[in-house]
């Protein structure tokens, strides 16, 4: 492993000088009225950025000369864009940030806050590729709404990051176009797919990232990747420009480096969006207003606080290694004040099987768009048929081409009840499990 590359806990190039006490800030959202939230500021990159800026202790140009250096320095050996911005604008956006500052004017709530996004999130003007050849040099007129409302909010998009074909992996070893490390040791993957956002978030070549999860996406490559990645309940985020992979599991995710920085981008990406019909018309709450300062947190923070653990998660055929990890963060909870109760979850076995027939079942549906004519880049041939099969096949990988086959084999006359329908029915008793056991931990 490079020691550049190992992540610091700051750039070395981010001098937050003369800050000498936190304070409170007013956390913007599309969708909400101002609110005001207080907690320290170093607790999040995003306050002590804009805490920066505000005081005058660092303009916006410094800070993103400071990213963009740290970017071209590890990207070479982890590899998480497949496209990175043009220096000369995002530096003109950052001085734009300083100028406004200068003569006092207002500036967003994540002004000069640099953001990277995944690649099957639509991005006006910028590549969006979906990690796949069957969209390469794809550039949408339209962002998606969690990209708009981000950029209404001051942020400067960096660059859009790696992931396994339309979304489909677990390792980032699926893309298209490159593999993506790992920043800690750069002989691993990162996990998937939204290896690349996690990356580049642990890395530090951007602030916060966003990536999508359908199965574990935003969730397994944060952890994998030591950053803090959310996946919000469906709805409460438009999924308006995302490239559909399972569009009744899909949702738009957060990575950052704190949950601090984690809920501060979710508040401001979540809300209805009349662009999106499935998107929750409740009122978005403001996330970061429970949170506190460290130093006020008794020696037992979480007295008292239920915690489930699952018997099936530490049964046999779980690695040893994983074993041990869950085991000692529950010991480290119990440390804390939790009250730990083991449950079980019976039904917990039929997740995955249920997942993999309703996900590829909608996916084969999906992408059925990208023929070469109404969708995707076409291949040559004198024949309807010739350049459906040609334009898929050269623009498709393979474990694309996989869980389409599943899929469409799973939604096939005379196997429709058989599979589709019993993985939907699973899905309705995994559900009602969830119910139950949150009754039982609670009895």
Known sequence: MLSTIQPPRYLSRFPLRGRTKSRSFHILSSAQPVTKTCFAADQSQILSIRDSLLNRHLSAVELTHSYLDRLKQTEPHINCFLHVSDPDKVLKQAQDIDDKIKRNEEVGPLAGVLVAIKDNICT??????????????????????????????????????????????????????????????????????????????????????????????????????????????????????????????????CFGSSVADTGILLHAISGHDSLDATSSKREVPDFTSQFTYASSLKSRPLEGLRVGLIRETVDAGVDSGVKSAIEGAAAHLEQLGCVLKEVSLLSFSLGLPAYYILASSESSSNLSRYDGVRYGNQASSDELNALYEESRAKGFGSEVKMRILMGTYALSAGYYDAYYKRAQQCQEILFLSDHSLLRRLWS
Do not use: H
């Open 124 to 253: 006006a003007d910028m590549p969006s590729t979906g990690g796949s050849y069957i969209l390469e040099g794809y550039r949408p007129p339209f962002d998606a709404t969690a990209v708009k409302r981000l950029k209404d909010l001051g942020a400067i998009v960096v660059g859009k990051t790696n992931l396994d074909e339309f979304g489909m992996g677990s390792t980032t070893e699926a893309s298209a176009f490159k593999v993506t490390a790992n920043p800690w040791d750069l002989s691993r993957v990162p996990g998937g797919s939204s290896g690349g956002s996690a990356a580049s978030v642990s890395a530090r070549q951007c602030v916060v990232s966003l990536g999508s999860d359908t199965g574990g996406s935003v969730r397994q490559p944060a952890s994998f990747c030591g950053v803090v990645g959310l996946k919000p309940t469906y709805g409460r985020v438009s999924r308006f420009g995302l490239m559909a992979y399972a569009s009744s599991l899909d949702v738009i995710g």
